[in-house]
């Protein structure tokens, strides 16, 4: 049964740095892309960037390139996303996904939920 | 970049069908996937390639797409798929996916 399995909630205060985590497993990890998707409070689903965990490649979205930093490490079957300077703007819930053959997400996490307030 | 455009939202009765429409320019030449999203959980895949059903999904659920709309339609609704509904494409120019604004499903 394939599953993505996503890092606790966080709250942090602005300024602190953070990474939450998206463990796969029933599937080959390092041959499927995975995405991340942030959902700020009663809002839709934004893009934020995808990684191919065989090598790393990894492309961002305009609106997130240079405000995040997406990893993988593949002898653990996980990908991460890490931000160095948390703002309260961050405050949203993160899914990971899995990308399909047909450019669908196929597999979700089921959310990070990151807080950020002084 | 590409836009994709929802109606913010539908109502329907139960046993009615519902129809979300998601515009965009010639969606009608790419794949378009469907995701529904009920509160406080992740989004769940329902319809990917215009109108292929992952295991699981009920066939009431379905898919079309060509010109500049793509359709989710859900035959004899429920209570139960009452849900925010988003479209996806895959943008080739810019090689990146696309939401739509999402659709919020409601069952009266």
Redesign the interface.
């Known amino acids: 049964e394939v599953q993505l399995v996503q890092s606790g909630a966080a709250v942090k205060k602005p300024g602190e740095s953070l990474k939450i985590s998206c463990k796969g497993s029933g599937y080959s990890f390092i041959t499927y892309w995975i995405?991340w998707?942030r959902q700020m409070p009663g809002k839709?689903?934004?893009?934020m960037g995808?990684i191919y965990p065989y090598d790393s490649d990894t492309?961002y979205?305009p609106s997130f390139q240079g405000q995040v930093i997406i990893s993988a490490d593949r002898s653990n079957n996980t990908a991460y996303l890490q931000w160095s300077s948390l703002k309260a703007s961050d405050t949203a819930m993160y899914?990971c996904?899995r990308r399909?053959m047909?450019?669908?997400?196929?597999?979700?996490?089921?959310?990070t939920l990151v807080s950020v307030s002084s | 970049s590409y836009v994709l455009t929802q109606p913010p939202s539908v109502s329907v009765a139960p046993g009615k069908t519902a129809r979300i429409t998601c515009g965009g320019n010639n969606i009608g030449t790419k794949s378009v996937h469907w995701y529904q999203q009920k509160p406080g959980q992740a989004p769940v895949l329902v319809i990917y390639y215009d109108s292929d059903r992952p295991s699981g999904i009920p066939e009431r659920f379905s898919g079309s797409n060509s010109g500049n709309t793509a359709t989710l339609t859900i035959s004899r609704v429920e209570a139960g798929d009452e849900a925010d509904y988003y479209c996806q494409v895959w943008d080739t120019t810019s090689d990146h996916p696309v939401f739509g604004g999402g659709t919020k499903l409601t069952v009266l």
């Open positions: 995405g998707v839709g689903l934004e893009w995808i492309r979205s899914y996904a399909g047909e450019g669908d997400f196929d597999y979700w996490g089921q959310g």
